[in-house]
């Protein structure tokens, strides 16, 4: 099939009737930097973003080596094996970079990538992860469109990327390895408090004395947090994505969250407040990049700039004459 | 004499003659919100600011109940017997709300108050920490201009205004007491990291052999950090106000450090980079205040958050439709 001659509507309707070669050649155009593929993108998101669905959008985080490949590959089979249509879409602003780290994303999760009710689509190379973010919350947008249930994104541990995950999904899952003791060591405290289940991985073979323990001081440690906003006890469990085991109560108290949750009205406002969240952050880092672009901002900025350093003028009357100078209208 | 109907010009001689009155009358003005008091306010430190002369800014932090006031209080009589001119300010955006915090800065320090080489300046009661912060700096151009060389800055240890505070200053000094063990407890790590010298009050009396073991723990803790940019390894030192010990000691490494920094540099691009990011932050402050009063944003955006609210419009397109319909110049 030949996807370039496609008209917008075209498209759209590829999306709708769940072909996954639209929805990529949308996520392609999504990723795009060209104007004129934008404007399309755009239109794709218009006409996808009003067909509701009845979604869940779930955060995977977890430092390398805890086993996330493997986590979400028995995952998602589960998932789809229960039913469900499952994309998996991954946050790491880094990989463009550093290229190693999830080098790959496909052959990572070898029967997940065969499953025809699974869509694996690796992660965009981004400049910024402003860009990366945006890119993945408008795919979110096309996968829920072509009838994707369950949506999961992955994120490197590292960073202000589990901050832009945490800030799309509904449900936030940090995934763990017991080590030997100080499981605390080396965890931001901002990742703990975001989570809404800490889950320990490779509880399997001489490690599941290890996780139990592990466990317990998770437990603990979260206690030490003020009750959520939503009323939510985050929970530790354990489970072996490598034998496949404990996957089910990972689900289950999912599912659990998510009842509870649409009970209380939480998950819809979450949602809402999400969005509002979103359109105020891309709208003031736009304004900020074309106040910086602009002509006058970019003759006199530079010369302000000396002056201040050279301590002439003080910071506060040097940006006043900036903003004397431009009108925003 | 009779303040009211000063020219600027009289003003600013006013203060380069040293007129403690003229100090006064400009720093009010500089605190004020009227539009016609911030003309004058910023002429006047255009006046000041090009006055160079050689100064040092050193903040002081530490929880209520450090001892804070007495240590100003002794450290800045010391500092006008060496021959200083001594200039306090105190950076708390709380003070407006809680009242009780600062109360009567003045009467806190008795002596320093009368000193006739030290000028105390409470807290001016502030809406925002911006807005306080932004006194603060241009107060710290005038206090300058009129002869003041060691600027004194007081932050109550809460939240964001120690940034704030280490952001204008040349050294920042973290005053801490010695209690039962446990030192390290309730101290926000981004403080510690931040100081450039960690003094121990209150050794004195029964307290002594806790300030040396709190000397010690807190000399470890500060083995935990990398080095700084600057190559400055932060020290530790115990002192009594009460019994004015200890202080030669605080201003002989306070001195030690102005001398370092000003041979390699770093003292000048230090306070260059601060005057830049002033410049910066205070600029991208104003403009999004100015974005979101303006006519066409005001009316737009309440019917964007909504459609964006209930899934109609993408948070990415509706920035667009607004940033589309504004231009900057």
């Known amino acids: 099939m030949n996807l370039a001659n496609l008209s917008t509507a075209d498209i759209i309707e590829g999306i709708f009737s769940n072909n996954v070669a639209f929805v990529s050649k949308a996520i392609t155009l999504i990723e795009s930097t060209k104007p004129a593929h934008r404007i399309i993108a755009n239109e794709i998101i218009a006409g996808c973003i009003s067909k509701k669905s009845d979604t869940i959008r779930i955060g995977v985080t977890g430092v390398p080596g805890a086993g996330k490949s493997t986590f979400i590959e028995q995952f998602g089979s589960m998932l789809t094996e229960l039913g469900k249509k499952v994309a998996v879409l991954t946050v790491d602003p880094s990989s463009s970079r550093t290229k190693g780290s999830i080098l790959g994303d496909k052959t990572r999760m070898q029967e997940l990538v065969k499953d025809s009710n699974a869509y694996i689509r690796p992660s ?147 949602r809402q407040n999400q969005n509002e969240k979103w359109l105020l952050q891309y709208l003031e880092q736009e304004l900020l990049s074309k106040f910086y672009l602009n002509p006058k901002t970019k003759k006199l900025l530079p010369l302000l700039k000396k002056e201040v350093i050279k301590g002439e003028t003080s910071p506060f009357s040097a940006a006043e004459k900036l903003l004397a100078l431009l009108t925003i209208d």
């Open 124 to 270: 965009a190379s981004g400049t910024s992860l402003g860009g990366v973010t945006r890119k993945t919350r408008e795919s979110i947008v096309v996968l829920e469109a072509a009838g994707f249930d369950t949506i999961i994104i992955e994120t490197i541990g590292v960073g202000q990327s589990e901050t832009a995950v945490h800030s799309m999904v509904d449900f936030f899952l940090l995934l763990k390895i017991a080590g030997a003791g100080d499981e605390l060591q080396g965890i931001k405290r901002g990742i703990i408090e975001m989570a809404d289940s800490i889950v320990i991985n490779k509880a399997d073979g001489n490690n599941i004395q290890n996780a139990a323990q592990a466990k317990m001081e998770f437990t603990r440690a979260l206690h030490m947090f003020p009750p959520k906003e939503n009323g939510w006890s985050p929970e530790v469990l354990t489970c072996s994505a490598l034998e496949n085991k404990g996957l089910e109560a990972i689900w289950k108290l999912i599912s659990n969250y998510c009842e509870t949750m649409k009970e209380t009205g939480y998950f819809t406002k979450n």
